[in-house]
């Protein structure tokens, strides 16, 4: 029963073209988050949300737009990709406060953009 | 401005042998400090956290040691096994605050040869 999981695992794609990254968490979490991992593995936050309200917002271009329809998901859509989009990008998920901030990962998605 | 610089970037270490990275970090309102661990393919995942009201945790073979006034901390795995063999990351964050991300180091390579 996966904690954390996103889909697809691998996409493959042209550069110009537009693709959504889905995520969902069953650990009734109230955080939900996106990060990017580089080619030499820097991992980096991108987005956090809270109750589907967006708390954090990195310095990512604006063709990346996530989205929180509910508390159990949030979705990553990027316009008009491009070579340097190729990444592996996860999505987490937290319960903030004092005694578990523990953050679960989903498995990842690998980007190819060619 | 890296707020967390993680050392070393790989490491080798015999079966048996303690293997040791460290982490600095620079802002002191961080009150969280966890370690990752990543498999080739997978997410990273909680291997070991600390809290800066203490200077030491031990979970079986994993230690984090905490120096809150030299702004450092480090991981310890006694009796490493080729199983440990991943990327180590460790990451600051603010326990309390709802959407906070951990902010990661760049991850240390570690090899455990039998």
């Known amino acids: 029963d996966t904690a954390v999981s996103q889909t697809p695992k691998y996409l493959v794609t042209q550069m110009g073209n537009d693709k959504s990254i889905k995520c969902e968490q069953n650990?009734?979490?109230?955080?939900m988050y996106w990060y990017k991992q580089d080619s030499k593995k820097f991992l980096k936050i991108m987005f956090s949300?809270?109750?589907?309200?967006?708390?954090i917002n990195e310095t990512v271009p604006n063709r990346f737009s996530p989205k929180s329809p509910d508390k159990a998901h949030l979705n990553l859509h990027i316009n008009s990709l491009e070579l340097g989009d190729s990444a592996v990008y996860f999505c987490?998920?937290?319960?903030?406060?004092?005694?578990?901030?523990?953050?679960?990962f989903g498995q990842g998605t690998r980007l190819t953009v060619v | 401005q890296q707020q967390v610089k993680q050392s070393p970037q790989s490491l080798i270490v015999q079966k048996g042998g303690i293997s040791i990275i460290n982490c600095a970090y620079e802002?002191?309102?961080?009150?969280?400090f966890p370690w990752y661990q990543q498999f080739p393919g997978k997410g990273p995942a909680l291997l070991i956290a600390?809290?800066?009201?203490?200077s030491e945790k031990k979970e079986g073979r994993f230690t984090i040691s905490f120096n809150k006034s030299a702004k450092q901390f480090s991981l310890h795995i006694m009796d490493s096994q080729p199983g440990d063999s991943a990327t180590y990351f460790c990451?600051?964050?603010?326990?309390?605050?709802?959407?906070?991300?951990?902010?990661f180091g760049k991850g240390t390579t570690l090899s455990v040869s039998s």
């Open positions: 987490a998920s937290s319960r903030p406060g004092p005694l578990n901030t523990e953050a679960f």
């Open positions: 650990l009734g979490h109230d955080t």
């Open positions: 949300y809270n109750n589907k309200e967006l708390i």
């Open positions: 802002n002191t309102a961080f009150d969280y």
């Open positions: 600390i809290r800066p009201d203490v």
């Open positions: 990451a600051v964050s603010w326990a309390n605050q709802a959407g906070t991300a951990l902010i």
